[in-house]
């Protein structure tokens, strides 16, 4: 799959069909889109992908917020790429580019630099500057300059629709296993692995350390876990988590630690998957390393057979 970011290069102007949105977790109801416009792409012979906003639009207008993005660039890009596309056009979100009216988005940055075939997007999905673009103007746009669009609908679960917000709110409230179900798959945590004080070698728990960056906090806690390398074809593994503070040994600040089960390799700056299963218990302080180890060993005896048990259908 191609990376292109800028609508100015002459290597952009493909004809494609494109799925237009932001796409923060690539969740069930995105998926949707995306294989909307890969399966017109394909039945047309033109070549299909999304088209993106890096960063997220809030990060620019909110830049206060806490951490919320469920799939920074990196991880958002193998989960696009996953969906069997041949593009994706990951456009810097600026100032300048916030300013664009809806017509000049869709004559400057569809029509003139993409030259798009046809779009495909949610059919709630708001563009241009104040959000001034909607649907039925795009279709509009669309029937006068040459190119097809499509609205797709929204996607329910148990009667709700599926939303990246809702999926957040799942996740801070230390529900992964629903989460999960909306996305399609485990939530995903992925960063480079960094050198900690290397206790856990001390204690018999090595851990992978991993910061979260621009991604959203879950739940404090410890979670079942299942992580692979982001490599092709990296096996997966099982495992335990902590994500917080480590009150235990006066740790300040927050991190996701996590042991492997039965795993011996380096992973010092490599980048790895966590993808969160079942969430375990809350983050507290013990009476010194004696009982956080014997605290530790339940927590990976728990995730070990929570793991084992057959995976809920998602």
């Not at 988590?241 to 991190?255: E, K, M, V, Y």
């Not at 013990?286 to 995730?303: N, R, V, W």
């Amino acid at each position: 799959m191609r990376i292109i970011r800028h609508w100015d290069e002459p290597a952009a102007r493909m004809g494609a069909v494109v799925a237009l949105g932001n796409f923060d977790g690539v969740h069930r109801g995105h998926r949707a889109v995306i294989e909307t416009a890969r399966r017109i792409g394909r039945a047309a012979g033109a070549p299909a992908g999304v088209l993106t906003f890096e960063p997220h639009p809030r990060q620019l207008f909110r830049p206060d917020d806490p951490p919320f993005r469920l799939t920074p660039f990196r991880l958002k890009a193998r989960l696009i790429e996953e969906q069997g596309l041949d593009v994706l056009y990951a456009l810097p979100f600026d100032r300048p580019f916030s300013r664009l009216s809806a017509d000049a988005f869709i004559a400057e940055v569809l029509v003139g630099g993409f030259g798009v075939r046809h779009v495909v997007a949610g059919s709630d999905f708001m563009f241009g500057r104040d959000r001034g673009g909607s649907m039925p103007l795009l279709a509009e746009q669309g029937a006068a300059m040459g190119f097809g669009v499509t609205a797709a609908e929204p996607v329910s679960v148990d009667g709700a629709i599926v939303s990246s917000s809702r999926i957040r709110r799942l996740l801070s409230e230390g529900r992964p296993a629903e989460a999960a179900q909306l996305l399609g798959r485990p939530w995903e945590i992925e960063g480079r692995v960094e050198a900690g004080r290397r206790l856990g070698r001390t204690i018999g728990f090595p851990t992978a350390n991993i910061a979260l960056g621009e991604c959203l906090r879950p739940a404090v806690g410890v979670y079942a876990v299942e992580a692979r390398l982001d490599e092709a074809g990296a096996p997966l593994w099982n495992g335990v988590a902590n994500f917080g503070r480590r009150p235990t040994i006066d740790g300040t600040s927050l991190w996701l630690e996590v042991h492997l089960f039965d795993y011996s390799g380096d992973l010092y700056g490599r980048h790895l998957r966590v993808g969160l299963r079942e969430y375990l218990r809350g983050e507290r302080k013990f009476d010194g390393l004696a009982a956080l180890t014997a605290q530790i060993a339940e927590d990976a005896a728990q995730a070990r057979a929570l793991l084992a048990a057959p995976a809920a259908t998602i």
